[in-house]
């Protein structure tokens, strides 16, 4: 039992510290993007409107998790691959129309939620950025959560870090235009972007999910995580 929870519990607490870590990085960089107004507040509300679109997906995920994990226990990888790809399928679709809105009427999301004429004015924008990415987003969350669910937690760690680290901040770095505060004072400019966006750090978010996705899609087709023992 203790090795199980060491196996399994470790690279789980590892793999969601790096990608929370990563986020409030993704935060810090927001902040340098004060100087223009709303921008901190206009990327607080895209993140709540587009979590709407998660819940489908992790709900999925989770099914994906158990029904991975029950047909490997039950020795058919065969039916846990097929299982997953169903969950991917429903889950992509749904979180798909929803991505449709995003495409579609943007404004009207955001007007639900605020009054704000910066929120007006920059939320949509981003909405409708994301609307794009719904699918792989979905099939990343579930992939991943049926890899986690099929004892593949040691991959499932090092790919998040990787994606995190490695794509997603970078591309953060050079879309959004911000420049990096140095420990001593002073800041390093960016040399990618004169005029930093919000809208430029959210097209580096958005292309790390779609990478990211591809990548959990390599792994769970290499079929690698079908000869874990549960």
């Not at 995920?61 to 097929?82: I, V």
């Not at 953060?172 to 990618?192: E, Q």
């Not at 919000?198 to 990478?211: A, D, H, I, K, Q």
Request: charged share 10%.
């Amino acid at each position: 039992m203790m090795i199980q929870l060491v196996k399994v519990g470790l690279p789980n607490f590892f793999e969601t510290l790096g990608m929370w870590v990563g986020n409030f990085i993704i935060l810090l960089f927001v902040t340098q993007l004060s100087s223009q107004d709303g921008m901190t507040g206009a990327h607080m509300l895209a993140i709540r409107i587009e979590s709407f679109s998660f819940l489908p997906g992790f709900a999925m995920g989770m099914a994906a998790a158990t029904l991975a994990g029950q047909y490997l226990g039950a020795g058919s990888p065969h039916l846990a691959k097929r299982a997953v790809l169903t969950c991917a399928l429903i889950g992509a679709t749904v979180m798909g129309l929803i991505g449709i809105a995003f495409l579609t009427i943007p404004g009207q999301l955001v007007a639900l939620l605020s009054s704000q004429p910066e929120h007006l004015d920059l939320v949509p924008h981003l909405l409708y950025m994301a609307g794009f990415v719904q699918v792989p987003f979905a099939i990343a969350i579930i992939t991943r959560s049926a890899l986690r669910g099929a004892g593949d937690t040691k991959m499932v760690l090092v790919i998040t870090w990787c994606t995190t680290y490695l794509l997603r901040l970078p591309l953060a770095y050079i879309f959004s235009g911000v420049d990096l505060p140095l420990p001593g004072g002073g800041v390093f400019d960016n040399p990618f972007v004169n005029h930093p966006t919000l809208s430029g750090l959210w097209f580096g978010l958005l292309t790390e999910l779609v990478l990211r996705s591809c990548i959990f899609l390599v792994r769970f087709f290499q079929g690698g995580w079908t000869r874990n023992r549960i």
